[in-house]
């Protein structure tokens, strides 16, 4: 946050779980963003995920490389128009294997999902595992626009113990190794938080997968 006396430090949450606030610097954000606006775009573009028992997520969802729904993957966007999901850039996934060095060392991982979230000011995330995937490669999660409580649990249950993390535009969370299987969610966005200069109302949460599929 502009004005602040000190920088926020590096924390280990628990053990294989890293936050890295500012990562992306104000020019990186605003090219992830302006490629997040591209991807949102039909066919296969942003879209309401709905649940098995008929309720429907707050934060709308687009899928590149694999279509998830709950709780599959699949080619095509088989819960919404059915046109093929988006390719899965290259530089993605070199931007993934980049925090993830930064933040745990050096992994062999070829990045080919990502989950892009958006979040408005009344949406929310409930406690979950990203547990979809055949590959225990970290899970790489970079934060844009306005700021939330992120709420990082164990591998056992969905309450406590957990922490909960402010992440702000720009921040990276990865989790990987003990931590991968945690429960994990956003109980709360902060409206009018982001920064200005970004033109971004709302939160975008793009979370980089591995399918080993």
């Known amino acids: ?31 992830l963003l302006d490629a997040c606006r591209e991807w949102a775009r039909p ?46 850039p290259h530089w993605l996934g070199e931007l993934g294997r980049e925090a993830v ?20 000011g009344d949406a929310r995330m409930g406690m979950h595992r990203d547990s979809d995937e055949e590959s225990d490669a970290p899970v790489v999660s970079l934060s844009l626009g306005d700021s939330c409580v992120f709420r990082f649990g164990n591998t056992e249950t969905r309450t406590k113990p957990y922490t909960d993390v402010e992440l702000r535009s720009g921040d990276l ?26 033109g971004l109302t709302g939160r975008l949460n793009i979370t980089l997968r591995v399918s080993g599929r």
């Open 173 to 198: 969370f990865v989790f990987g190794g003990p931590a991968r299987l945690a429960y994990h969610g956003v109980p709360r966005v902060h409206p009018g938080t982001a920064p200005p200069e970004l």
């Open 101 to 120: 060095r930064d933040t745990l060392g050096p992994r062999q991982a070829l990045y080919d999902i990502a989950l892009i979230n958006f979040y408005d």
């Open 43 to 88: 066919p296969a573009g942003l879209r309401t995920v709905r649940t098995p028992g008929g309720g429907t997520m707050t934060a709308r969802q687009v899928c590149l490389g694999w279509h998830w729904y709950p709780y599959a993957y699949a080619r095509t966007v088989a819960d919404g128009d059915g046109a093929p999901v988006k390719p899965f």
């Open 1 to 31: 946050m502009e004005g602040e006396l000190f920088p926020r430090p590096r924390t280990q949450v628990a053990p294989g779980a890293v936050h890295l606030p500012d990562w992306l610097d104000p020019a990186r954000q605003r090219e």
